[in-house]
């Protein structure tokens, strides 16, 4: 396989030599690709139009040994509504990290791909917010980590009422019989699980009609945050940034 072409979204961008990019691609078929655009920031380019980042293309790569090279590309969207304001950017930058951090170590590659592009649209008429929690948990339901709201993740007993104790090292709620076996388990309310049943299960061309009032997607926030940190074991840089926008 010397050539081949294959959908992907330009995921990281940066300048490299004189007048290359080194890109890293998320494609539908081959999960993460690392490719080098050669000659792409001289003005007169064929390569431009597809490689900034965050667009989707239609790539043709010649396989190299570190890496690929992009051969031709056909822009199919641009997303520059990701790039035309700041929280957009930070959160789809946010996105793009994690999906570092989830592809290297899932195979569910294809609907990853999907989750993201639809996302990537979503965002550009809904709060980035509403569309980077919902990215979230649905990224670590594919990645086998859906969470456990309803029944104790130890004994399986029904959990029920608007304080629940959720241990984001296990992965659901914890019944209080069950408390003591995660001390660093957090309090979460009814609400918020219900929010992120929802998040899970809705058909996401209806996410504009969920409303959350801040102080809820606040909760479902810190949440997701610990959740992931906890189970992808790593700090993201711009996690620390999206908290001082
Ligand atoms: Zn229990």
Same mark, same amino acid.
């Given at each position: 396989m010397a050539l081949y072409k294959t959908d992907a979204l330009v995921v990281r961008a940066r300048d490299y030599g004189e007048a290359d990019k080194i890109l890293t691609l998320f494609s539908r078929e081959f999960g993460r690709i690392q490719a080098i655009a050669k000659g &792409? /920031?001289?003005?007169?380019? /064929?390569?431009? #139009? #597809? &490689?900034?980042?965050f667009s989707y293309s239609n790539f043709l790569l010649h396989k190299g040994k570190s890496l690929d090279t992009v051969t031709q590309v056909e822009q199919r969207e641009s997303f520059l509504w990701l790039m035309e304001d700041l929280e957009r950017l930070t959160h789809a930058t946010y996105m793009a990290e994690l999906l570092g951090a989830a592809l290297w170590e899932n195979e569910e590659g294809q609907e990853i791909f999907l989750l993201t592009l639809t996302c990537f649209y979503l965002m550009q008429s809904l709060e980035p917010k509403l569309v980077a929690r919902c990215f979230e948990f649905r990224l670590m339901q594919l990645m086998g980590y859906k969470p456990q709201t309803e029944t104790c993740v130890v004994c399986n007993g029904q959990v029920s009422g608007e304080k629940r104790q959720f241990s984001c090292d296990l992965g659901g709620v914890l019944c209080p019989r069950c408390r003591h076996q995660d001390h660093q388990s957090i309090e979460v309310s009814g609400g918020a699980l219900a929010v992120v049943n929802q998040l899970l299960k809705m058909d996401l061309r209806k996410l504009d009609r969920l409303r959350i009032s801040p102080q809820l997607g606040g909760e479902l926030e810190r949440l997701s945050r610990q959740f992931l940190t906890t189970k992808l074991e790593k700090r993201f840089k711009s996690l620390d940034f999206l908290s001082k926008l």
């Amino acid at each position: 396989m010397a050539l081949y072409k294959t959908d992907a979204l330009v995921v990281r961008a940066r300048d490299y030599g004189e007048a290359d990019k080194i890109l890293t691609l998320f494609s539908r078929e081959f999960g993460r690709i690392q490719a080098i655009a050669k000659g &792409v /920031r001289k003005p007169k380019s /064929r390569l431009r #139009g #597809g &490689v900034q980042l965050f667009s989707y293309s239609n790539f043709l790569l010649h396989k190299g040994k570190s890496l690929d090279t992009v051969t031709q590309v056909e822009q199919r969207e641009s997303f520059l509504w990701l790039m035309e304001d700041l929280e957009r950017l930070t959160h789809a930058t946010y996105m793009a990290e994690l999906l570092g951090a989830a592809l290297w170590e899932n195979e569910e590659g294809q609907e990853i791909f999907l989750l993201t592009l639809t996302c990537f649209y979503l965002m550009q008429s809904l709060e980035p917010k509403l569309v980077a929690r919902c990215f979230e948990f649905r990224l670590m339901q594919l990645m086998g980590y859906k969470p456990q709201t309803e029944t104790c993740v130890v004994c399986n007993g029904q959990v029920s009422g608007e304080k629940r104790q959720f241990s984001c090292d296990l992965g659901g709620v914890l019944c209080p019989r069950c408390r003591h076996q995660d001390h660093q388990s957090i309090e979460v309310s009814g609400g918020a699980l219900a929010v992120v049943n929802q998040l899970l299960k809705m058909d996401l061309r209806k996410l504009d009609r969920l409303r959350i009032s801040p102080q809820l997607g606040g909760e479902l926030e810190r949440l997701s945050r610990q959740f992931l940190t906890t189970k992808l074991e790593k700090r993201f840089k711009s996690l620390d940034f999206l908290s001082k926008l």
